[in-house]
T-cell receptor
Framework: AQSVTQLDSQVPVFEEAPVELRCNYS??????LFWYVQYPNQGLQLLLK??????LVESINGFEAEFNKSQTSFHLRKPSVHISDTAEYFC?????????????FGKGTTLSVSS | KAGVTQTPRYLIKTRGQQVTLSCSPI?????VSWYQQTPGQGLQFLFE???????NKGNFPGRFSGRQFSNSRSEMNVSTLELGDSALYLC??????????????FGPGTRLTVT
């Protein structure tokens, strides 16, 4: 069965520090990969996605993630975080060639940015 | 375009009752998926509807059911509520167009509390 592991449940960092949120997936078939962000009392917002092509994908607010097929990872990084980045981050996969659009989510990583 | 809307935003029910939650997808989206989010289990896929047909189903008991109408709006129903059904229920819609990776857009969720 496919699964997604987010290796850190909580990541505290200081403002302007770099951060990496780790995500590994287990799948014997090809997948699409996503990172979603959830702010308190809100739904999930898509941060970035990997479908194919370049293994490095970027978001408009400075986050980037790199798909590593050999390590089955899709870690999320930002070189300098802001207070406003405080939120919960979810890594998710969708299995290719499977009917439907169901996403398999990791348990989430709470990023806490302090000044 | 308006985003995914869910009603109601908050609900309090008693054990044994039933509840119906509603979701209106983004205009033009034909796929609607439902997820349950709890602190312990994280985000778990309930089911997906596409063109009024259930296309995919997660591992939940039969007390959880759903349907989709011809205008793509969807409802989910939970019968004989249990305390463990307390959760944030998220609806997501997708265009299901090739090349978009079945990207899902989430609503703000319905917070269900069972007492």
């Amino acid at each position: 069965a496919q699964s997604v592991t987010q290796l850190d449940s909580q990541v505290p960092v200081f403002e302007e520090a770099p951060v990496e949120l780790r995500c590994n997936y287990s799948s014997s078939v090809s997948v699409y990969l996503f990172w979603y962000v959830q702010y308190p009392n809100q739904g999930l917002q898509l941060l970035l996605k990997y479908l194919s092509g370049s293994t490095l994908v970027e978001s408009i607010n400075g986050f980037e993630a790199e798909f590593n097929k050999s390590q089955t990872s899709f870690h999320l990084r930002k070189p300098s975080v802001h207070i406003s980045d405080t939120a919960e981050y979810f890594c998710a996969v969708r299995i290719l060639n499977q009917a439907g659009t169901a996403l398999i989510f990791g348990k989430g990583t709470t990023l806490s940015v302090s000044s | 375009k308006a985003g995914v809307t869910q009603t109601p935003r908050y609900l309090i029910k008693t054990r044994g009752q039933q509840v119906t939650l509603s979701c209106s997808p983004i205009s033009g989206h034909r796929s609607v998926s439902w997820y349950q989010q709890t602190p312990g289990q994280g985000l778990q896929f309930l089911f997906e509807y596409f063109s009024e047909t259930q296309r995919n189903k997660g591992n939940f008991p039969g007390r959880f059911s759903g349907r989709q109408f011809s205008n793509s709006r969807s409802e989910m129903n939970v019968s004989t509520l249990e305390l463990g059904d307390s959760a944030l229920y998220l609806c997501a819609s997708s265009s299901d167009l090739p090349g978009q990776g079945y990207e899902q857009y989430f609503g703000p969720g319905t917070r269900l509390t069972v007492t």
